[in-house]
């Protein structure tokens, strides 16, 4: 042991003061957690005390020598840090109220023994200590951040301070300053807010007042107890029934009128502020102080001069004048009553507004009303006719529900809220105050859950979202998260197409939760505007995870919604980008125990998705997953493995995928996979949905000139089937997609055309053609199954089978080629004139020559032949086009706006003028109409319509009538087809000019 200087005192050696001090430096930062007050000052203080801890460790450790400077250094850092935790002690146990009001001292304080500590260590010797250069640098750096620390109260707490330091020097009276005072310091302190904490935490604070007289310690007595008469006029912290009983003795004493000495005699009016001067008088503080700033110094009752202008509050004048008011709202309350229970319209305004007032002066005013049983009376109110006194009685309620737990259960309990919920549905004024009202009470939990059970109040606050009201708007937004707690309400509000709630719990709710919403929402029957809300709000996130992830309930619900979900194209990326193809074939793959009915929705939410991106030009990227190999091949090898319900759905996905005109890479890799041997046989089932999609789907596949490889695989039996389908079949879209299918096989095999012959398939394919405008639902079915019509009939009009020709002719099927080109699509009039025209090249060799009479001519009329061919002609034996009254449709197509047809019509009309009929020709078509039409093509058609316009133009110009008639208007696009056409085009266009005398015959363009 160490003998000290001080006689046999012996001393503690300096490696147990460094243990002492380390074990106060734990206490001290574990005891500055709970400190009440300036949390943030004491948590700086305990930084720094843990970075002085390895400082001391590291000496302990190293058993620094005992040397008077090392223990001075050391006794005093034990006694700064015993005052840390005297003062921490302080700031863990007084009445937070006492700490709020003191917390520029106890900041002050911290900051001090904070640099004290910092200036003990400076006192141990570090240089002559063995110690690590390391831990040299960290001590020095540490004290001079600890005696420079700077430490200021926070910033919520300082302006309370000056609140209640301003509060005292005007001497505030105002129960509603005080309130807000009271709940400012309640918050700043932790304090709840309820009545009961607020008046135990006010009692504490009384004792601290009491204490400091016992310590008789004025200063800090009077400064508490200006404070206690600050805070004792908040009523917030009465309890309800010590309310009713200061309003109960009150009312018990009457009103009365005011007495003499309560009127200022300046003004004349009562006092809010009386002051006394000088002379002893007392005038308001406003007045008096008007009277000194005009230059008088003398009393304006005396008249004497007076030695001093100071003003001393003259408080109990004032609390007089307090009371005697006090009593009269009493009293004008009371008086109230009778009023609004009157017939007299303007009557019952007149004491709505006075209520409203009396509650806006005083927050205690509201208990008062209440307890003169005035809330039932306005909840009757709500039941007048008259628009005026139901707006008055809601903003009167309004004012009397806000921060009063009390009546807004008593406003509840006299039936209220229904007849609140009514005044939403009318005027927006009287729908603004009853969603202000209806946000108030909904702050009692109770009430909340009764509002969102009125029938259409879901509804109608939803609806107010729309409104033109602002605050009616934000209103009902809160109002609507208040009743939000309850599933049953956020389901209401996601029918009437208020989705966020539903949203928000389908991302963060319980598992229960999660299905209960999703639910919800596949039982829904939605608008795609609230689908496209819904994806919006980001709720295929979570339904994506949830039929990833999920249980098999989870799994059913979150199905259900996607499928609505899907049938949304605008949807289509969000739910890919969601990663919902991965799960949807997880779900089709499955092998465990999934219900039937969960792969069917998982195969039919894939075909919305399919069917959506149809008709888009170009995929994202990202959207690539449903069209790529892997996904293709699988969706294949499921048709195999699954039942129809969920074939059928699959077979719509493959179709929405194929269908789309630039799909040629997935139709080329759907060929690779076998899907036509795989889908040929689906042609033969009873099942029309299974067979509908299948003979779809067989009909994209055949395009892309991949007509050879739909024969590789079509068979007879299989031609017959779907021959029959033709005329079995009552879905127009089915057979729509059979006579494409025939349509797409290539023309130039003869195998093709003894396949149709066989099937008969030629009356039903001309059938179909001319009952479509007649059965078709709409016009995309119609012009599909007219364009493709058209296209299979080309099998039997090649001009080089003339058998094949006569079999169509004997079907009618050039009268049906003329009807449709009046009546037809673009695309089924071009094949319609390109039929026209094969059949027309054979009508000069199957016309057959007239007769000459033998007999007497004055008694025979001479027969008259056909005016083109001149010759016997007819529709069915020589396919004459004149006889089939085709001229006037083809030439009326030529001036059609869609120029599809154009070039067809030109050559079905360039057939009439080969070169043994063509002065005949010329002649018919002149006769029609057809020439200017012809010429309008040198300037507006495509470069073979505008080469097999000039060769039909330089047989015109060789008769001279229509040289001279049309000359003029050809002239100039002819020069310009000389210049800009092709080659071929140019040197025709050269000879009509030179016919026409306008270049030389021996010009360069010959």
Known sequence: MFRGGLGNVVLAPVSEVLARILVLITETVLAAKDVLIEKESFTELANYLQKIRPILAELQDRNVRDTSSMRLA???????????????????????????????????????????????????????????????????????????????????????????ETGIKERQVDSNFANELLMQIARAVGVPVDPSSLRQELEKFKKEKEEAELRKSQAEAMQLEQIVGLLKHADAAMSPRDKVLEYQRRRSTGGIQPFQPFYCPISREVMEDPVEIASGQTFERS???????????????????LETLELKPNISLRHSIEEW????????????????????????????????????????????????????????????????????????????????????????AAGGIPLIVRSLARDV??????????????????????????????????????????????????????????????????????????ALRLSKGSDMTKILMASALSRMGLTDQSKEALAHEGVIGPLV?????????????????????????????????????????????????????????????????????SGEKKLEAQSNVLESEETIFQL????????????????????????????????????????FQLLLPFCDLNDSDVRINAVKLLFYLSQDGAGNLVLEHLSPPYVMTLTKLMSVSSHEEERAAVVGIFGNLPRADRRVTDLLTQANALPEIAELISSAGAQSSTSEVRNSLLENGTSALLHFTSPSDLSLQCVAAKNDVIETLVHLLSAGPPLAKARAAMALGQFSLNSVILSYPITKSRGCWCFNSPEVGCELHKGHCSVKGSFCLLQAKAIHPLVQTLQDKDVTAHEAALEALSTLLNDDTWQNGVKVIADAEGIRPIVRLLSVGTDKTKEKAVWMLEKFFRVERYKLEFESSAQMPLIELTQQGTSTTKSLAARILAHLHILHNQSSYF
Not at 480 to 500: G, R
């Open 287 to 305: 007045e008096i102080e008007k009277w000194f700033a005009a230059g008088n110094r003398t009393c304006p009752t005396t008249k004497v001069e």
């Open 74 to 164: 050391l006794e005093s850092l034990d006694r700064e840090m015993k005052t840390a935790q005297e003062l921490i002690k302080t700031c863990s146990t007084k009445s937070r109220i006492y700490l709020l009001i003191n917390c520029r001292i106890f900041v002050k304080q911290v900051q001090d023994v904070t640099r004290e500590i910092g200036r003990c260590l400076s006192l141990l010797p570090m240089a002559s200590m063995n110690i690590s250069a390391e831990t040299r640098d960290t001590t020095e750096k540490l004290l001079e951040d600890m005696q420079n620390a700077q430490f200021v109260a926070a910033v919520t707490e300082e302006a309370i301070v000056q609140k209640i």
């Open 429 to 502: 004024g009287e729908g603004r105050q009853a969603v202000a009202l209806l946000l108030a009470l909904s702050k009692n939990p109770e009430i909340c859950e009764t509002i969102g059970k009125v029938q259409g109040c879901i509804l109608l606050l939803v609806t107010m979202l729309n409104s033109e009201n602002k605050n009616a708007i934000e209103d009902a937004k809160l109002l609507l998260n208040n009743v939000s707690y309850n599933d049953q309400n956020v389901v209401q509000m996601a029918e009437a197409n208020h989705f966020k709630p539903l």
């Open 325 to 412: 008011k006090i009593r009269n709202t009493v009293s004008s309350i009371h008086a109230v009553g009778p009023k609004l229970r009157s017939d007299n319209t303007e009557e019952i305004q007149n004491a709505l507004s006075e209520l409203y007032d009396l509650n806006d002066q005083n927050s205690i005013h509201g208990y008062w009303i209440a307890e003169e049983g005035l809330i039932p009376v306005l909840v009757d109110l709500l039941n007048s006719g008259q628009r005026v006194i139901r707006a008055k009685t809601l903003s009167t309620l309004c004012g009397l529900a806000a921060n009063n737990e009390d009546n807004r259960d008593k406003i509840a």
């Open 636 to 675: 294949l090898s499921l048709l195999n493995l699954t039942g129809p319900a969920i074939q059928s759905h699959l077979l719509r996905a493959l179709n929405g995928i194929a269908s789309r005109p630039g799909a040629t890479e997935v139709r080329a890799k759907l060929r690779e996979g076998g899907a």
């Open 545 to 613: 995870k949830m039929i990833s992830a999920g249980k098999l309930e989870a799994k059913c619900a979150a199905l259900g919604a996607l499928k609505s979900l899907s049938t949304l194209s605008d949807n289509r990326e969000y739910m890919i980008n969601a990663g919902v193809i991965p799960a949807l074939l997880q779900l089709l793959f499955s092998v465990t125990s999934v219900v039937m009915s969960l792969k069917e929705h998982a195969a039919a939410t894939l075909a919305n998705l399919a069917i959506a991106s």
